[in-house]
């Protein structure tokens, strides 16, 4: 089981936005964030818990290990407003955080 | 580029069945594992099944064992996705998501579709 909080927040644009992730068990780093934006297909931003997918601004970062993970954006920009999930690939349940509602204050 | 293209949703009573596809284009399918994962109206991501990059290893979330089957034909670059005894709570939109490397299965996601819509309702 994931969680992640908090469920939604509202920021400035250029604030600095963080987002935790936990997990019930040890996942080592088997963790990866994903944007969603309506419509559109998710997207890989960071696995490994901390490694950038290519292609994507490095305002976007993340750290962690074991249980407990955090998922930043360093300068909150107007294209980032979207959901935001947490995954875990240790096991096979491939476990998806609930999401987290980033919108513009 | 990579592309996958869901289709095959609709709209079914309960205890009916349906046949999703994935069509996929811009690499080498049957090097990668595939993942079926669903969104229901106004809710998160659920993981829903995975299939090895040869068809030989599958895996299910508790709640669509016994009743969704997922099978593959790498000779025509398509992933099925079958549902029976569907239930109004399989009301989603399912989409099919691709892994990051070749021949191995406990990876992230790196490419999706953006979804076909299944309604379970009588």
């Known amino acids: 089981q994931m969680t992640q909080s908090p469920s939604s927040l509202s920021a400035s644009v250029g604030d600095r936005v963080t987002i935790t992730c936990q997990a019930s068990q040890d996942i080592t780093n088997s963790l990866s964030w994903y944007q969603h934006k309506p419509g559109k297909a998710p997207k890989l931003l960071l696995y490994?818990?901390?490694i950038l997918q290519t292609g994507v601004p490095s305002r976007f970062s993340g750290s962690g290990s074991g249980t407990d993970f955090t998922f930043t954006i360093t300068s909150l920009q107007p294209e980032d407003i979207a959901t935001y999930y947490c995954?875990?690939?240790?096991?096979?349940?491939?476990?998806f955080g609930p999401g987290t509602k980033v919108d513009i204050k | 580029q990579v592309q996958l293209v869901e289709s095959g949703g609709g709209v079914v009573q309960p205890g009916g069945s349906l046949r999703l596809s994935c069509a996929a284009s811009g690499f080498t399918f049957s090097h990668y594992s595939m993942h079926w994962v669903r969104q229901a109206p106004g809710k998160g991501l659920e993981w829903v099944a995975l299939?090895?990059?040869?068809?030989?290893?599958?895996y299910f979330a508790d709640s669509v064992k016994g009743r969704f089957t997922i099978s593959r034909d790498n000779s025509k670059n398509t992933l099925f996705l079958q549902l029976d005894n569907l239930r109004p709570e399989d009301t989603a939109l399912y989409l099919c998501?691709?892994?990051?490397?070749?021949?191995?299965?406990?990876?992230?996601?790196?490419?999706w579709g953006q979804g076909t819509l299944v309604t379970v309702s009588s």
């Open positions: 299939i090895s990059y040869d068809g030989n290893f599958k």
């Open positions: 995954q875990q690939y240790d096991n096979l349940l491939f476990t």
């Open positions: 998501a691709r892994v990051t490397l070749t021949f191995d299965w406990l990876l992230p996601f790196d490419s």
């Open positions: 490994d818990a901390s």
